[in-house]
């Protein structure tokens, strides 16, 4: 059960590399579903998408999708929200229906009921197909921080302070930054049928190396990986620079 480790020299080779993997899933299901990311690493891929969408040869018409998390507190019109993220670098740019689109709802009044009503829309879609995950630079998946169990499910979590402090940059003032979040859980993710990790830049390298090399348990949750049957890591050389023999 090892993870598939596909190395490419630059940034623009990852989303190259990750669009394959996603046109590919696609073709073998044009209504497949699949579990989408956000933040910076996966823009390029979907704009390498778009692209592809452009140029006549993919549809997202009938695929379905479920993303990964979303800001507590944050509505979709929030420019920081990720249904903003998700319109903006995908959605609105292809064919993608908008009813097939499911997210978290960061507003919900009964965050818990929002949480268990998504596990059921899962897998009323048949579960996620391909789940294209972001790597924190403390190991985290999704907003599943490091403490986060191998068993955890949608839920409510509170931002690690590292979390907090590397999204800043994205929002006017610090304040402004949530400290909550809504997540798909660790099981949630090990869940779906084939797994897609994305990676770049030397910030990246020591949580890439501890999640495929260290010990395996919540002080890593990206090391839980290790033990999905189709697990591929598309890394850049920068992202690759800790491991061994690389
Ligand atoms: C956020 C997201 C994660 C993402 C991570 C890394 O915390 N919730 O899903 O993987 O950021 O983001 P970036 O790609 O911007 O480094």
Redesign the pocket.
């Known amino acids: 059960m090892a993870i598939h480790l596909q190395i490419v020299e630059h940034p623009a080779d990852v989303a190259l590399a990750a669009a394959q993997h996603v046109c590919a899933q696609i073709r073998e299901r044009s209504d497949a579903v699949l579990g989408l990311?956000?933040?910076?690493?996966?823009e390029a891929t979907y704009a390498e998408l778009v692209r592809n969408h452009r140029a006549g040869t993919l549809s997202f018409a009938r695929v379905r999708s479920v993303n990964?998390?979303e800001y507590r507190g944050l509505d979709g019109l929030h420019e920081q929200s990720?249904r903003y993220y998700m319109r903006q670098h995908l959605f609105d740019q292809v064919d993608m229906l908008p009813w097939n689109a499911l997210l978290l709802d960061g507003t919900a009044v009964d965050g818990a009921a929002e949480c268990r009503a998504y596990e059921e829309r899962i897998r009323a879609l048949g579960g996620v197909d391909l789940w294209m995950?972001?790597?924190?630079?403390n190991g985290?998946?999704?907003?599943n921080e490091p403490g986060s169990s191998r068993e955890s499910r949608t839920r409510c979590v509170a931002?690690a302070p590292e979390?907090i402090a590397?999204?800043s940059r994205l929002f006017a003032v610090p304040a402004e930054v949530p400290r909550q979040?809504y997540?798909a859980g660790i099981a949630t993710i090990m869940e779906a049928r084939r797994i897609l990790l994305?990676a770049t830049g030397a910030h990246?390298a020591a949580a890439v190396a501890a999640a495929l090399h260290g010990e395996v348990g919540a002080h890593c949750p990206a090391s839980f990986l290790r033990g999905h049957a189709d697990c591929t890591f598309v890394i850049d050389r920068q992202a690759a620079s800790q491991l061994p023999g690389v």
Do not use: Q, R, V
């Open positions: 990311a956000t933040g910076s690493t996966p990964l998390d990720y995950l972001g790597i924190g630079g985290h998946i999704a907003f931002l979390t590397d999204n979040a997540t994305l990246k």
